[in-house]
């Protein structure tokens, strides 16, 4: 399984940004799929995911100007941030979890500055 992020860039503070991360390679053994950050300093924290059993968890900093989606059909999961704050910027990181093995993206910046 690979996992590839699209769509960060630097954006002014109350505004959007959709990211998009495409899996490909073993995609049906993937079980779970989602968005990480780490900004400058800090550890690696969960953004927003798709759980094995199909919901979604959201960070409590991100709730309500986040949302999470896929499309299946393009083995793919967006991240639609808005209201965008400087505190969201950090690196962002797409995960696929298969049976016991996690997999990662190179990541994607996203800065949120003025």
């Known amino acids: 399984v690979q996992v590839r992020e699209f769509g960060g860039g630097l954006v002014q503070p109350g505004e959007s940004l959709r990211l998009s991360c495409v899996a490909s390679g073993s995609t049906a053994s993937i079980n779970a799929m989602g968005w990480y950050r780490q900004a400058p300093g800090k550890q690696r924290e969960l953004v927003a995911d798709?759980?094995?059993?199909?919901?979604?968890n959201y960070a409590e900093s991100v709730k309500g100007r986040f949302t999470i989606s896929r499309d299946n059909s393009r083995n793919t999961v967006y991240l639609q941030m808005n209201n965008l704050k400087s505190e969201d910027t950090a690196v962002y990181y797409c995960n696929a979890t298969t049976h016991g093995m996690d997999y990662w993206g190179e990541g994607t910046l996203v800065t949120v500055s003025s």
């Open positions: 798709f759980t094995t059993i199909g919901t979604t």
